[in-house]
């Protein structure tokens, strides 16, 4: 993402419309580029310096700010030095406040006698130190980027920055399968997202996800899990957002959509699946014998007003009967809790919700069973529930 001092956008007629790179800003990349290449093994002083030098040069100052600053973002920096600069200077330090006032000869006389005993060149150690200083560190690599990627990068790195001042984001899938689905909620989930879901028509699912300025503890995190989310969304086809945000003291509506152009840098490898989750198929899978345990469970719809996304779904092999578990953290209890009304109403009495409130009695009444869980649900408890219900 870029700092918001180089965020480029204007608001007009209540519409914020960002300041997404043109053909010709791609030599603004390609230059960008060319000096970080020009820079390995040099300090990070001289490479800023650089830079700093390239982006004076030109009236896309802004540009060229955030260009480099992605850019560096992907570059490795080491201190050049294996020694622990804090460490040689509180060494150096103590032997020099015996020996004030300390001249010329005095400095080198010290150096050499420490550098001694730590076995190492005086020109080693006076590299060393203040070897740990911003200036100081050498560029290791340049990132493995063309012109075209870091475009990329930056375009959405724009559109991520903008999505940190928003109040609430609704998404709209226009070709959406189960699988493409299933997908993006993963992705929500993961990034630990409140959100709803509701299907408006045959492909047609719409999303409403708080933005950070709605959470009042945490916003700053939940801003960056936010803009982490975007490029998930990318992967699906017929996207498109719309987003309440804040831009300085203005409010302004943010619109985009497949047509904006934007590039996902994430590999479309399918579904995301919680280290707990995992564990959680395993002990079921253990203990359910005569069940088949698998988290490629089916949508479940609320009477077409809204949905269901089961984690997991149990099927009885020898009867065909069907249980599915639903696993609800306590971070998404708050944004479930305004589904619970047609969960009450419309919710299958086969689904199993594990509630991670600890008992806190903050669910209603459901169909189906509840089981409150603190940490990890239990497997066993979990699957005489599915063997009482299923159907």
């Not at 969304?233 to 509506?253: I, K």
């Amino acid at each position: 993402m870029l700092p918001r001092d180089l965020l480029r956008a204007t608001v007009k007629d209540g519409g914020l419309r960002l300041g997404f790179l043109r053909p010709k800003d791609r030599a603004h990349a390609e230059s960008v580029l060319q000096i970080l290449a020009a820079h390995v093994g040099v300090q990070r002083g001289e490479l800023d310096e650089a830079l700093g030098e390239l982006a004076g040069a030109t009236r896309d100052a802004k540009i060229v700010k955030g260009l480099a600053k992605l850019a560096l973002d992907r570059a490795s920096f080491d201190l050049g030095t294996a020694l622990d600069p804090e460490q040689v200077r509180a060494r150096l330090f103590e032997r020099a406040a015996w020996a004030q006032p300390l001249r010329p000869e005095a400095r080198a006389a010290l150096l050499a006698q420490v550098a001694v005993e730590l076995s190492v060149a005086p020109e080693a150690l006076e590299s060393a130190l203040y070897a740990d200083l911003h200036a100081e560190a050498r560029l290791v690599t340049a990132p493995a980027l063309t012109p075209d990627e870091l475009v990329q990068t930056y375009d959405l790195a724009l559109a991520q920055t903008a999505l940190l001042g928003a109040k609430g984001i609704v998404l709209r899938l226009q070709e959406a399968t189960p699988k493409r689905l299933r997908q993006l909620i993963r992705w929500l989930k993961f990034n630990r997202l409140l959100y709803t879901a509701e299907r408006e028509a045959e492909g047609v699912w719409t999303f409403h996800v708080d933005g950070p300025l709605a959470i009042m503890d945490g916003a700053t995190r939940y801003g960056v899990q936010l803009a982490a989310f975007l490029p998930a969304l990318l992967l699906a086809p017929g996207w498109s957002l719309e987003a309440d945000c804040r831009v300085g003291r203005a409010r302004a509506t943010l619109k985009l959509d497949a047509a904006a152009g934007l590039v996902s840098p994430l590999r479309d490898t399918g579904q995301w699946i919680a280290d707990e989750e995992r564990v959680l198929v395993e002990k079921l899978t253990q203990l359910a014998t005569g069940w088949e345990v698998t988290a490629d469970a089916p949508l479940l719809s609320l009477d077409g007003r809204g949905v269901v996304v089961p984690d997991l779904q149990l099927t009885h092999t020898a009867t065909g009967r069907r249980a599915y578990i639903e696993l609800v953290w306590r971070w998404r209890a708050k944004a479930l809790s305004r589904s619970w009304p047609q969960r009450q109403k419309h919710a299958p009495k086969n689904l199993v919700v594990a509630f991670g409130g600890g008992g806190d009695g903050v669910l209603p009444a459901l169909p189906g069973p509840v089981l409150a869980f603190k940490q990890v649900p239990s497997a066993r408890a979990l699957l005489a529930l599915c063997d009482e219900v299923a159907a």
